[in-house]
């Protein structure tokens, strides 16, 4: 019995010695007292894709274009009228610059104040004040009558232009059509400053290929039936001629290049080259003038000449089919 108990007590001892209390099992997982408990690890940062990789931020919108006009062929009618019985080259400088109408006011006072210089003179002028207008305006400078005209009423110009560049081919039917009805009633023929074609197409071409007329009329008068026992022929007044020589080639003028229609084709034709502004690239189209330098509206040089606009005794006698200048004389020598 004795023996039994001995056994057992041996084996007890022996298995306290081999199972590891609860005290020095903490003891070997706590971790040592002189180390801090380690923090979670971070998140790492997000990846940034390289800028080849990156989405393009959203496009702006493109502006909507403005629809272009539609007129009908009454309002075209109406609207070509006053000027459709110029000759044909000082017509296609007019449909051409009345596309850029907010230069026609700036440029209409340049040439009133400088109507007194012509030929040589007036050319070196333009160059010289290196003017920011498009070429097709400034090729109305020699013709202060045609600018002012159009200055005093720009809902006309900006309408024409604006027809020119959308319904080119309907404006020159409407031309057609008022000359087909000014011919007609007698009123349009040719005389010693204008050549009238009979047709298929009606032209008006100068007489002189170096001088062009401006001609003065009523609509209200030319396009109708004449009253019986109405004087048909003093309808139509012809102005003094300008004289267009090879100073104002790089515009567009002179026999050779002048500004013409090409009336079966719908074409119009300025320096020699076709007018191809229409409403759908007016803001990028650059017509070619090789001659002509192109200047940005910036400081221009101090004005070199005497500025002198027109009096009414000037406008009148133009008007009159003559010519008066009063400041030809006082300026002769500084610009002959």
């Not at 019985?85 to 230069?103: G, K, N, R, S």
């Amino acid at each position: 019995m004795s023996t039994n108990k001995s056994i057992l007590t041996f084996a007890i001892v022996t298995l306290s010695l081999m199972i590891p209390s609860p005290a020095s099992m903490f003891a070997q997982s706590a971790p040592p007292s002189d180390q801090q408990e380690q923090a979670p690890t971070p998140p790492l940062p997000q990846q940034v894709p390289p800028p080849a990789q990156q989405s393009a931020p959203p496009a702006a919108p493109m502006p909507q274009q403005a629809p272009p006009p539609a007129y009908t062929r009454g309002q075209l009618d109406q609207m070509v009228s006053p000027v459709a019985l110029y000759p044909d080259p000082l017509l296609a400088q007019i449909f051409a610059a009345a596309t850029y109408p907010d230069q026609i006011p700036d440029a209409a006072r340049w040439a009133d104040q400088h109507h007194y210089l012509n030929g040589q003179a007036l050319a070196d002028a333009i160059q010289a004040d290196q003017l920011p207008w498009d070429p097709s305006v400034q090729a109305l400078l020699p013709f202060p009558s045609v600018l002012s005209m159009m200055a005093s009423d720009m809902p006309w110009t900006s309408g024409i232009g604006n027809a020119f560049l959308a319904q080119q081919k309907d404006v020159m039917d409407a031309v057609q059509r008022e000359r087909a009805k000014a011919q007609r009633f007698g009123y349009l023929r040719s005389n010693p400053q204008v050549i009238v074609s009979g047709g298929p197409y009606i032209t008006i071409m100068p007489a002189n290929p170096a001088v062009v007329v401006v001609p003065y009329y009523n609509p209200a008068v030319v396009f109708v039936a004449p009253a019986p026992g109405f004087f048909v022929g003093g309808a139509i007044r012809f102005g003094f001629g300008i004289s267009i020589g090879p100073y104002f080639r790089p515009w567009g003028w002179g026999p050779g290049v002048y500004a013409r229609f090409d009336w079966g084709g719908r074409g119009v034709f300025i320096n020699n080259a076709p007018w191809g502004r229409t409403w759908a690239n007016r803001v990028t189209y650059v017509h070619p003038y090789p001659a002509v330098r192109r200047y940005a509206p910036a400081a221009h040089p101090a004005e070199g000449h005497p500025l002198h606009a027109e009096s009414e005794r000037e406008r009148a006698a133009a008007r009159g089919n003559r010519r008066v200048e009063e400041h030809h004389e006082e300026h002769h020598d500084e610009h002959r």
